[in-house]
């Protein structure tokens, strides 16, 4: 390697530590998946945190509008400057079939989707807050007679 290999070595390093230290002040601390303490009697806190997914309508081409919510029994989660859900999957049957990130203030904890569910037996969802870890729902499809 010579001198402005070197160089520009250097600086893509930079730069990309640059870029990191700016996504860490966004304040994502916490990555980790969070279990519910009792899962039949989620606390108030617990229901801010986790998705809710709510299956609508099915469009001509046979795809189901799935929309993820963040929050239950009406606690919804904040999207504040130090406080937000940055990102959401939604899972079919264990594959990513949507995801979207999120920025605080501006965004909140919402995703839809259209999936084709005939031979899908669960949607599971994932939020990530930026300061309480990842919470998971999932809610078995039935299928049609």
Known sequence: MNRREALSAG??????????????????????????????????????????????????????????????EGIIHPSDANHWIYAIELYADDKLVAHADLEPVI??????????????????????CNLHGNYSASIAIEKEA
């Open 107 to 128: 965004s909140r904890g919402f995703l839809s989707a259209r999936v084709k569910l005939e031979d899908v037996n669960e949607l599971k969802s994932i939020s990530k």
């Open 11 to 72: 600086a893509l390093l930079i730069a990309s530590v640059s870029m990191l230290s700016a996504y860490d002040e966004k304040l994502i601390v916490n990555t980790k998946d969070m279990e519910l303490q009792d899962p039949k009697n989620p606390t108030d806190f617990e229901y801010k945190h986790m998705p809710q997914i709510e299956l609508k309508g099915k469009d001509e081409k046979g795809y189901t509008l799935v929309e993820i919510t963040v929050g239950q």
